[in-house]
């Protein structure tokens, strides 16, 4: 599913890949209402249906089967995108792999079924849509080790390497290079810092080893990479709210952890959640002088014209 667009030449375009529905509203979500709002053309690429999430909020009520949930999490996907600001919405709507834990996958989950399939159908949009910076997961996941992410990681990087290749996926339509590709990510100093904020305001830590507390990435601290790796910090404080609202929109993801961590005063947002922080992953830029760190711009080093 995709909304038939035209990409002005010369125009800033923002990718992200995500894996799950509410994946695209707990990683980055403050950078991309940032790049909307300064006019760059937003893209969510959601993998799976999210059909195998169960509802992790007592006050949610009882769903039917699967297909139910599918419904349910595809509304909470489209109302969450339109408060980040995503232009367009593409799901691949696999099948959702189920949770961490599980011992017996299906063959035809996101996780299992074979790479090529989901990454021609990401090359196709990436070559219709044009980004120049593309967002996905890190490469060290232990914090959260979702096989579905996993996958997410592995298809956006062979995608962006296989986009620009004219020899690659032929079908896929006109080659093109995507410049940049970031890894979206909570650093452990960050996820640190971020629980003495709360627990200054007298609530509880929202980064803890804890049952159930790692959902969505919210897990252990040191599980986390370092800080040694951001290579990008992105000013977001005066987007940090679209955190808490888009989180808000995954009514039947809201743990009561998770409640509690969305009750956050308003007032405190921006300088809990004011910074997105980034690892340069690719870096096809001209002009670079072999230093990315220290960047504050998803763009720096892009140039529109070249
Ligand atoms: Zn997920």
């Known amino acids: ?65 699967q297909t139910d949930m599918v419904q349910i999490r595809r509304q909470e996907l489209k109302e969450a995108a339109a408060i980040v600001g995503y232009d367009v919405v593409v799901r691949l709507d696999y099948p959702d792999s189920g949770s961490v834990n599980l011992k017996e996958r299906s063959p035809t989950c996101f996780a299992r079924i074979p790479l090529e399939g989901p990454v021609s159908r990401l090359v196709e949009v990436i070559r ?36 620009g290749s004219s020899e690659a996926y032929p079908a896929a339509g006109e080659p093109w290079q995507p410049l940049k590709l970031y890894y979206t990510f909570t650093s452990r100093e960050r996820r640190h810092v971020i629980n003495d904020k709360y627990m200054a305001l007298g609530m509880d830590a929202p980064f803890t080893a804890r049952e159930g507390a790692g959902l969505q990435g919210r897990g252990d601290p040191e599980l986390a990479p370092s800080e040694a790796r951001v290579t990008t910090r992105v000013d977001v404080a005066a987007f940090a709210h679209i955190w808490v609202e888009a989180m808000r929109v995954h009514r039947c993801q809201i743990t ?48 529109l014209d070249g």
Request: glycine fraction near 6%; charge should be negative; aromatic fraction near 6%.
């Open 128 to 163: 219709r849509e044009r980004p120049q910076v593309i967002v996905t997961y890190p490469d060290d996941q232990r914090v959260y080790p979702h096989p579905d992410h996993w996958r997410a990681h592995e298809v956006a990087l062979a995608a962006f390497d296989a986009a």
């Open 1 to 65: 599913m995709a909304e038939s667009t035209t990409s002005p030449a010369h125009s800033r375009c923002l990718l992200t890949v995500h894996a799950h529905p509410d994946d695209e509203s707990e990683f980055g979500a403050p950078t991309v209402a940032r790049y909307h709002q300064e006019g760059a053309r937003t893209v969510l690429v959601c993998c799976t249906d999210g059909g195998s999430g169960r509802v992790r909020n007592p006050e949610f009520g009882a769903v039917g089967d």
């Open 256 to 303: 009561p952890a998770l409640a509690e961590t969305l009750s956050v005063p308003p007032e405190a947002v921006p300088d809990i959640y004011g910074v997105d922080e980034y690892i340069l992953a690719r870096d096809l830029t001209q002009d670079d002088d072999g230093s990315p760190v220290a960047e504050v711009d998803l763009y720096a080093r892009v140039d």
